[in-house]
């Protein structure tokens, strides 16, 4: 349901307009964003135009109940419109045509507790705490990329299913390359222009050594764009050789839904302390376009599986054996182990 706002907006725009809108198609509309954000926007389309941009009304809207005049906002999504004519037009793919579009795939990932409204009409599918959702790159310049979230329509236009969808898009994504940063590193690059360049870990002979000797040592897992980069927690590979550098388990943070923090276990903080401080820093810093999740996870390196929670120590050891039980004597005699394991917990 529209609020009132939405509707006066509706009513009077055309009256902004220039006349050659006097036939324009004039819609505002809910979205269901990323989070389950409900948002306002109007549509205006004049006729005969193929593309027409969708302007969201909440900031409009915010200054409007603070008290500026209608009239005001009115005139400014009027010029704000008609200034779209001037600008060219993005080198948009042929997006009914599957390979002309799946090296421009990107994964994004949510928290699917968050996000069920948006995860109804958007293919989806479930990894673990987090829930990946597909994007298509449809034009990029200097400083962003335009994208577009594929729906369950898009899978039968293209004629294929959500595994393949899936498959691809982690292949384009791990083309384009996965990057492991020191944090220090990559907030003196952002902060200090001058500075050199965060090196990408993943790529360093000597990583190994940088990332032992760190006296505070949490580090950024993205993607070499920086944008939906906590898509990388897919790479079994990455998360693999993480945990071989590490030479520990690891914590994972979700820091936004453009990257990772990556914590290894030193017990110097307990799972419960960093889920306080990822709760604290999303609710007072991280916007909710770029929320990702409350949930940190837990990186077993020795067994190379991405956890929930991290084990008790004794059930680790436990699982361990087990493990090694499965090859020397067989299924059935590693589920009496895993039976006597738990009797004597």
Known sequence: MLSGFAKEVEKNIRQYLPETYE????????????????LESIVIQ????????MIYLDEYSKRYY?????????REIA???????????????????????????????????????????????????????????????????ASMVITNSHLGIWGIDADRLHEDALNAMNSRGICLYDMNELLMESFAPFSEKAENLLLS?????????SEYPMFVLTNSEKEFGAAAILNNEVMGKIGELFGVDYYVLPSSRHELIL??????????????IVKNVNESQVSPEDY????VQFYDAQSKTLLPEKPEKIEKEAAHEMKESLGKTGKNVAQKSVEDIKLSL
């Open 292 to 295: 990702l999740s409350d949930k």
């Open 66 to 74: 603070q008290g500026e005049s209608l009239s005001t906002i009115l």
């Open 46 to 53: 004049k006729e005969g135009e193929v593309v027409s941009p």
């Open 79 to 145: 010029d704000f419109r008609t200034h779209f004519e001037d600008m060219p037009l993005p080198d948009v793919p042929d997006l009914s045509d599957y390979e002309s579009v799946k090296d421009n795939l990107f994964v994004q990932m949510f928290d699917p507790e968050k996000n069920e409204l948006f995860l109804q009409d958007h293919v989806h599918k479930s990894c673990g705490a987090l829930t990946a959702v597909y994007r298509v790159g449809i034009s990029k310049d200097e400083e962003m990329t």
């Open 205 to 213: 002979d000597s990583a190994e050594s940088k990332i032992r000797g």
């Open 23 to 38: 036939n324009a198609l004039i819609q505002c509309q809910n979205n269901v964003k990323g989070n389950d954000q409900v």
């Open 263 to 276: 914590v290894p276990d030193d017990d110097r903080f307990s799972q419960k302390e960093l889920e306080a």
